[in-house]
């Protein structure tokens, strides 16, 4: 029978429930469980899709296609599991089911109510994501901050999950935070009273609260916080901030918080078998010190660095997996003009996927001072098309573009793929998800993989051009993967360059911190070459 742990938060908002839910899924991985993962988001938008990065973060692509919340990548990263699109719920998608259902005649002419139509509906897509994979434990992170409006029908469904399944399969952990008042020169619980106070007043009483601080709380502190909000003294966790979020599962570990879990909701495991040998040796790895490695993320959200979470953790991974430590730079393509000096410092470039015209000849700019100077470069969807635009106008094709930014363009070397051309939609209508592709022999992608057909995770309507194709590979460009039709092409490399790969897929989101992607393993490896050399 599937165990659930729900996390809430009170406080503040981004106060770090994702990354706390991952960590507790970490430390019950390591007892042997097979654990899952449900995020819950209370916006009425169906998916993540048209959500703007600036507000929300990247929109993480799960291996069936959903456009999901970035806590899902954690999950997946920290988990190093892949999760079923089902695995985000929304307001928007329960009551589109509700609605879909009310149209059909399916409620027999029953008023439909928040209460029981709603909540069940909540109930029946947690139920429907258990049954996918026959989980022993399933995480559920509640998005936003208890007292919020539209938390409140999750809350109450998740409170009937409760009863339902009864008091030792489903515990509830609240996430709070501790501030520090410099002109008091204490830590104050206030916030954390006031906030279990609010979760208890929906019906729901904490069964742990893990209590977020700037620096570790004391045990006099942690009893403090036990005794006025009703909970045991074990139960009290501190989870202060950490240099990585990779050493979170190591402090709640020493917190006990595993052991906690399996005797509050009776796992059969043994607490003491518990093995994070190998996650530790990763924090480790992030640690080093030097050698420095230095590279840029030229995009338009650099602003946010959560838009571009995946990548980052890809490249921290990457630098773990060759014993070098990662200085991440961000600039902005959004300029007149690069900073050639800006540029000079830099021992890889990476150019990110995106939409819109905003800030491309930026990262044009970018692709020209790594081919002029031999900067290792890698490209990922739009980054790639910046890729193949920049070739083609150094090679005769004058003004080449893609037609998302220049319909009228003599040389449209990145075009809408045919079928998108017919839809009017935003939503949910680009390619998604995993689909394979065929490598070609003796390439450098083919060399980096060592395989002839890998699956990859895609976000895009815009593919390279196939009326181009012929012309850009008698020019010299290299086209190293394709689909196993040969009709669309994945990847491209140049074969003069010490590292110019360009993929329309999104390898960052199959990177874990035990597993870096060999992509992201090869370029770093590149940039800290070219370092050396430099």
């Not at 470069?377 to 098309?385: A, E, N, P, R, S």
Request: hydrophobic residues 35%.
């Amino acid at each position: 029978m599937t165990k659930y742990i729900i996390i809430t938060g009170g406080v503040v908002s981004s106060i770090g429930k994702g990354i706390t839910s991952a960590s507790i899924g970490r430390i019950l991985r390591s007892y042997g469980l097979k654990v899952g993962a449900i995020k819950i988001d209370p916006y009425l938008n169906w998916d993540s899709g048209t959500l703007n990065p600036y507000q929300h973060g990247e929109v993480f692509v799960t291996h069936d296609g959903m456009e999901s919340d970035l806590d899902l990548g954690h999950y997946e990263r920290f988990l190093d599991v892949e999760l079923p699109g089902v695995s985000n719920i929304t307001t928007g998608k329960v009551y589109q089911s509700v609605i879909d259902k009310e149209r059909k005649g399916e409620f027999l002419g029953a008023c439909v109510q928040i209460i029981p139509h709603i909540t069940d509906e909540i109930k029946s897509l947690i139920r429907k994501t258990a049954e996918i994979n026959d989980y022993d434990i399933i995480l559920i992170e509640l998005g936003g901050t208890v007292g919020d409006i539209e938390s409140q029908p999750f809350l109450e469904a998740l409170r009937q999950l409760r009863n339902e399944e009864g008091h030792d399969n489903v515990m509830f952990v609240h996430v709070t935070f501790i501030p520090y008042l410099n002109a008091a020169g204490e830590f104050k619980t206030k916030p954390t009273q006031h906030s279990t106070k609010e979760l208890r007043s929906t019906g729901i009483n904490p069964d742990m609260i893990v209590c977020r601080s700037q620096d570790p709380i004391d045990d006099a502190l942690k009893r403090k916080i036990a005794h006025f909000c009703d909970v045991d003294p074990t139960a009290v966790v501190n989870a202060p901030d950490a240099s990585s979020i990779y050493e979170v599962p190591l402090t709640l570990d020493k917190e006990n918080v595993g052991k906690f879990i399996a005797e509050r909701i009776k796992l059969d495991v043994d607490v003491e078998s518990a093995d994070l040998d190998q996650w530790k040796s990763i924090v480790k790895s992030l640690q080093k010190q030097d050698p420095v490695v230095t590279i840029a993320i030229i995009g338009k959200y650099v602003e946010l660095e959560d838009s571009y979470i995946s990548i980052r953790e890809a490249l921290l991974h990457a630098a773990a997996k060759i014993g070098v430590k990662l200085n991440l730079e961000y600039i902005s393509s959004d300029v007149d003009n690069l900073d050639e000096n800006e540029l000079k410092e830099l021992d890889g470039i990476l150019i990110p996927g995106g939409f819109g015209e905003r800030g491309v000849e930026g990262k044009l700019d970018a692709v020209e001072y790594a081919i002029q100077n031999n900067v290792p470069i890698f490209g990922i969807c739009l980054g790639m098309h910046s890729m193949v635009i920049q070739f083609a106008r150094r090679n005769s094709m004058d003004n080449a573009n893609s037609t998302e930014f220049d319909l009228d363009t003599m040389y449209p070397v990145i075009d809408l793929m045919e079928k998108q051309k017919e839809i009017k939609q935003m939503g949910g209508t680009m390619r998604l998800g995993s689909y394979d592709c065929k490598l070609i022999k003796n390439t450098k992608a083919h060399n980096l993989y060592k395989q002839d057909l890998v699956k990859e995770r895609h976000r895009h309507r815009y593919e390279l051009n196939n009326d181009f194709r012929e012309e850009l590979q008698n020019k010299g460009l290299i086209i190293s993967g394709t689909s196993p039709d040969d009709f669309l092409v994945e990847m491209v490399e140049l074969e003069d360059h010490p590292w110019f790969v360009g993929c329309q897929f999104h390898p960052e989101f199959k990177s874990r911190p035990n597993n870096a992607h060999p992509l992201f393993v090869s370029f770093m490896d590149a940039a800290y070459n070219f370092s050396k050399n430099k």
